[in-house]
């Protein structure tokens, strides 16, 4: 799909132009369009479309005019008008509208001087009348008077490189009617002189000083300007210098594009990128939480995708390695391929952390650069790759909750909690297709059974499809059973599918108390509070309040009132598997709280390989 702004507005979808409608419409796609990829407010949009004059039912016009407009892009192809608190937002994909062929072009002219006055005629070509011609509102007025600054900036630019390759006739020709409809625009009639200079029209070129500069004085007050008064210098100088050759074409500075393929199924999450990008806007620096499994790589890569044509000097990813089966990427690691993809060979790159942190900083400086910083295991593992320019965006993806980032370097939070039911259910039917369904009720109950996480939604949904036999309730069938519900959810030979060793990645950095509280809670099955803490775990107050505290932070548990807390079915089937410490303590769950038979002892299905277990009698002592 192509969106034309630079001319009258015009949307063109596989060679053929689509049908806007009346003015009204037209203006509400040019104002999302011009927002490109952020969300534009209703109040905004009911006053750019109505002004004061707003009738009480603007609200409900304003939702007839998205809902024309969706039906003329297609939204339900293309998911390309979104309703996103408090308004709308469109996506655009990076080269759909003619402005960022332009700037594309204009970019590359900078650094390549040998081909730029093709270059700038090319962007200038996409001009085809004034900006969003016919169009009306305080925005699209404003819009079309920047637009025509621009396009009357790199005509500019394009007439200085081919002054540098030598005034022509044709030149000269071009210019005259230039100065007459923009006789205040100093460098045209600079230009001018310099092109009837070099035509060897010398008087002429000094009659058109004296014309200007009577024009710059009766009118305005002042003086020629630097640059006219130089081009009068070089004039009186005598004949014209000869044309310059080519320079040699400036490098230019790499531009990473590093991002991973987004997830093309991708469902919901609306308010989380909603939130991100109100988050990144504000504070420049994004923290984005939530339990294993739960999408966050997949939300952040979705918005960075979204958000790409905002960092036209590139994005940088990595993949930090907080939690898997490796060890974590060191930040000097780290640090070094980001220097290496802006343009730094191996021997300018420093050896110490603080040397390549500040060399990092000092590369980015001024530049728009994203950078997705993904799972995080630690705050400190962050701190030096954060770049020390307001122009960079980042976004951190973590288990932890990074609360250092957020005290001590302003970052924001957003969490990820689980799928809403509803989204976790047309994940599902995306994935396993026509079989879901045929049976919403299994569905529904298979999005439950995997605790409404995106992980293990889309492995239950590889097991679904790799078994085209088996009848969903037969599926779900098996997961109902709790011990036998790990062992479901994983991929032979890949542990990044499987949730059970997702899980075992965060509980193995846990502190031992709140390892201990873990455990426990996964045998005690209910809400916990800090009394009841410090009765299954055997700690003192302190101890339990930091174990919950700790715990929250790893996302381990979640706050479901103040004060308590609890953790969804998969993790406490995971804190079941696990081996107990075997201390009186956690003995004293009462047998109505035992949420399966043996949950006291772990099942010897989720031992982890190499465990020998030893079931131990232990009598009753009236706890």
């Known amino acids: 799909m192509i969106f034309r702004i630079l001319g009258p507005l015009e949307v063109w979808d596989d060679g053929a132009r689509l049908p806007l409608g009346g003015p009204q419409q037209r203006t509400l796609l040019a104002l999302l369009l011009l927002n490109a990829n952020s969300v534009v407010s209703a109040d905004r949009l ?4 109505w002004g004061a004059g707003a009738p009480s039912s603007a609200r409900g016009l304003l939702k007839g005019c998205v809902a024309m407009l969706r039906r003329t892009l297609g939204v339900g192809r293309d998911e390309r008008l979104l309703t996103r608190a408090p308004g709308y937002l469109l996506q655009v994909r990076p080269g759909e509208r003619d402005l960022d062929r332009v700037e594309e072009l204009a970019g590359i002219a900078k650094t390549d001087a040998s081909r730029a006055a093709a270059l700038l005629r090319e962007a200038l070509s996409c001009w085809r009348g004034p900006a969003l011609d016919g169009l009306e509102g305080e925005t699209c007025r404003a819009e079309a008077a920047r637009l025509e600054e621009l396009r009357l900036a790199l005509l500019e630019d394009r007439v200085d490189a081919e002054l540098r390759r030598g005034a022509t006739p044709e030149l000269v020709t071009e210019l005259q009617p230039l100065v007459r409809r923009h006789p205040l625009r100093e460098r045209l009639w600079a230009q001018l002189m310099l092109a009837l200079h070099g035509c060897d029209r010398q008087a002429d070129a000094l009659a058109v000083y004296q014309r200007i500069r009577r024009a710059l004085v009766t009118e305005l007050g002042v003086e020629p300007s630097s640059s006219l008064r130089r081009a009068h210098r070089l004039v009186l100088a005598g004949p014209a210098p000869a044309p310059k050759k080519d320079p040699p074409a400036i490098t230019r500075a790499p531009v990473p594009a590093q991002l991973p393929a987004e997830i093309r199924d991708f469902q919901g999450r609306e308010a989380e990128l909603s939130e991100l990008g109100r988050v990144t806007a504000a504070a420049g620096t994004a923290v984005v939480s939530g339990t294993a499994g739960v999408g966050k790589t997949a939300l952040a890569l979705r918005w960075a995708h979204l958000a790409r044509e905002r960092f036209p000097d590139g994005q940088l990813y990595v993949d930090l390695g907080g939690h898997g089966p490796g060890r974590p990427v060191p930040p000097g690691a780290a640090l070094s391929g980001f220097l290496g993809a802006l343009g730094l060979s191996e021997r300018e790159i420093p050896v110490g952390l603080d040397d ?3 060399r990092f900083r000092t590369e980015v400086a001024g530049r728009r650069l994203l950078l997705v910083l993904d799972n995080a295991g630690w705050a400190g593992q962050v701190r030096p790759l954060l770049p020390g320019t307001p122009s960079c965006t980042v976004v951190t993806t973590s288990r932890d909750s990074l609360a250092g980032l957020v005290a001590l370097h302003g970052a924001r939070r957003v969490g990820v909690g689980r799928l809403p039911l509803t989204d976790a259910i047309a994940l599902l039917r995306v994935l396993i297709g026509d079989r879901a ?4 009720r299994s569905v529904s109950a298979l999005a439950e059974l995997c605790a409404r996480l995106p992980l ?6 590889e097991v679904a499809t790799a078994e085209p036999d088996t009848a969903l309730r037969e599926l779900v069938g098996a997961l109902a059973e709790p011990e036998d519900r790990l062992e479901f959810l994983e991929v032979a030979g890949d542990p990044y599918a ?10 193995r950095r846990l502190p031992f108390d709140a390892a201990r509280v873990f455990r426990a809670a996964g045998r005690a099955g209910t809400e916990l509070d800090v009394g009841k803490t410090v ?7 302190r101890a339990a309040r930091r174990a919950l505290s700790q715990l929250t932070a790893a996302n381990m548990l979640d706050v479901v009132a103040p004060g308590r807390y609890a953790m969804h079915d998969l993790l406490r089937d995971y804190a079941v598997c696990l081996p107990d410490d075997r201390s009186p303590a956690a003995l004293r769950v009462l047998p109505g709280r035992v949420r399966t038979p043996g949950a006291d002892r772990p099942h010897t299905r989720c031992r982890p390989p190499g465990l020998s277990v030893v079931t131990a009698t232990t009598e009753k002592n009236g706890d």
């Not at 009911?46 to 479309?49: N, P, Y």
């Not at 499987?498 to 509980?507: F, H, N």
């Open 456 to 461: 293990a939604l889309r492995i239950a949904a």
């Open 535 to 541: 009765a299954i775990a055997g700690l003192g107050l």
């Open 437 to 440: 369904d045929a049976d919403p």
């Open 498 to 507: 499987s949730v059970r060793e997702g899980l075992s990645w965060s509980y």
């Open 356 to 358: 390549q942190a500040a």
């Open 46 to 49: 009911i006053d750019e479309l």
